[in-house]
């Protein structure tokens, strides 16, 4: 059984800032406040959209952010008057969160590369040699905040209706874990993109996604990055279990 430990300051709100900051290359010390909460708060709702569980902290900052941009709309102060920039502390803290957090990583790909080299004789998780997929790119990991992207991307594409047509729509995990199945009986890889692109249901899309994380806890299948932040490539572990 593989054990993942996650500390609480990682992957909650000043993760996904800058996973903004990061996406749109924005300078750091000069952030667009009005954008940036815009971003959140839509990042909040489509978290709410895949049922994910939205922590106090990622609510308290999106107040911060909602301060932060109503403080800058002020009128400046008396020239000659000397006012700290409302967005100093939280740059203050982001750039303190991003030393720990490129300390995790590096950190992280001493391990990975350590273990490769000297594997524990009587540990059968470590593994023993590189395989096809364990290159650097597909050592990168999927974030929640890759899947909410890639989430927000296929329903932006999906038709807009002026109306809404109330119908019970029967979908189960079983019948998308089904689908995900017959797709890499014909591919060995998919992008997310691909394969939920043809659906218009967003019910559907979100099972489906649930679908895919089960098929992942489960070694059917894995992730990894793409070209794009909003996208990732999906693809087979155990051929002969699909």
Same mark, same amino acid.
């Given at each position: 059984m593989t054990y993942r430990i996650k500390l609480v300051e990682f992957e909650g709100p000043l993760d996904l800032l800058l996973f903004f900051i990061k996406r749109d290359e924005l300078d750091i010390y000069d952030i667009p406040i009005a954008r940036i909460t815009k971003e959140f708060l839509e990042y909040l709702h489509y978290m709410q959209e895949l049922d994910l569980e939205v922590a106090g902290d990622f609510?308290?900052?999106?107040?911060?952010?909602?301060?932060?941009?109503?403080?800058?709309?002020?009128?400046?102060?008396?020239?000659?008057?000397?006012?700290? &920039?409302?967005?100093? &502390?939280?740059?203050?803290?982001?750039?303190?969160?991003?030393?720990?957090?490129?300390a995790s990583a590096m950190l992280s790909n001493l391990e990975d590369e350590s273990v490769k080299l000297h594997y524990r004789q009587a540990f059968q998780m470590d593994p023993r040699q590189v395989t096809p997929e364990d290159t650097e790119e597909s050592l990168r990991s999927i974030t929640m905040f890759n899947l909410i992207a890639a989430f927000k991307k296929v329903l932006d594409n999906t038709p807009k209706k002026i109306y809404h047509d109330v119908e019970m729509m029967n979908v189960s995990i079983d019948e998308q874990m089904g689908y995900i199945a017959d797709v890499f009986r014909l591919r060995s890889t998919v992008t997310f993109f691909e394969l939920v692109s043809h659906m218009t249901e967003k019910i559907r899309i979100v099972v489906t996604i649930i679908a895919m994380l089960e098929m992942v806890k489960n070694r059917i299948i894995a992730l990894r990055p793409a070209d794009h932040e909003d996208d990732f490539i999906i693809y087979k572990l155990q051929a002969e279990t699909l």
């Open positions: 609510i308290v900052v999106a107040a911060e952010l909602m301060q932060i941009k109503v403080r800058m709309l002020l009128p400046r102060p008396a020239e000659g008057v000397e006012e700290e &920039d409302p967005r100093a &502390d939280l740059v203050r803290r982001l750039l303190e969160y991003k030393k720990f957090k490129e």
